[in-house]
């Protein structure tokens, strides 16, 4: 009974490390694409790159998160 119990654990082992192992190789076989990137477009006014939208959006977040670690702290009784 161990022998069968050791035979099905290593024939289970060998499948899925097999089955992970195609899973992997038909990955990368699908990311091989040639892709035109050109990072140099220009369309328009870009509202991310812009400085004061990410020191506003900062701003925020240290409010947000302020707000909620202090309104944690109290225990109502």
């Known amino acids: 009974m161990k022998r069968l ?3 099905t654990q290593v024939y289970l082992q ?3 490390l097999l089955l992970m192992g195609l899973v992997i ?3 990368g076989f699908a990311q091989d ?3 035109d990137i050109n990072v140099n477009t220009n369309k328009g006014n870009n509202f991310w790159g812009q ?3 990410w020191v506003v959006g900062a701003a ?3 409010l947000l998160l302020v707000a909620i670690l202090r309104s944690g702290g109290r225990r109502n009784a």
């Open 5 to 7: 119990l050791t035979f």
């Open 14 to 16: 060998r499948t899925v």
């Open 25 to 27: 190789a038909i990955a």
């Open 33 to 35: 694409k040639q892709v």
């Open 51 to 53: 400085p004061w939208v």
């Open 60 to 62: 925020v977040f240290i």
